[in-house]
């Protein structure tokens, strides 16, 4: 079974940059990764997908044009490059074996991991 584990989160001033990290326990070969956010008192959200066999990654609107998904086979990982990161990006940010629909990232988990929580302040 896939596991996965998420990294990179920290404090940053609204404008600046973080790079969050989604590293596998074996090749991302033949899975499609999600990333997801939970802001405090919101419900999870799915903000961006990637799989191989997407030509275009999906991106939330909310993200669109700040944040770039990535893989690295060679790592089994995936990143998640966040910039000009606003306060309302603020929330503890997951990443799961998903489907990418058109509509945003499907996460086929049964439970979710830790997280990686992201503070932006203004």
């Known amino acids: 079974q896939l596991q996965l584990e998420e990294s990179g989160g920290g404090r940053v001033q609204a404008g600046g940059s973080l790079r969050l990290s989604c590293t596998a326990s074996?090749?991302?070969?033949?899975?499609?990764i999600g990333w997801f956010r939970q802001a405090p008192g919101k419900q999870r959200e799915g903000i961006s997908c990637?799989?191989?066999?997407?030509?275009?990654?999906y991106y939330a609107n909310s993200v669109k044009g700040r944040f770039t998904i990535s893989t690295d086979n060679a790592k089994n990982t995936v990143y998640l490059q966040m910039n000009s990161l606003k306060p309302e990006d603020t929330a503890v940010y997951y990443c799961?074996?998903?489907?990418?629909?058109?509509?945003?990232?499907?996460?086929?988990?049964?439970?979710w991991g830790k997280g990686t929580l992201v503070t932006v302040s203004s």
């Open positions: 799961a074996r998903s489907v990418c629909l058109r509509v945003g990232p499907r996460p086929l988990v049964d439970a």
């Open positions: 074996s090749t991302l070969d033949y899975y499609a």
């Open positions: 990637i799989s191989s066999s997407d030509i275009v990654p």
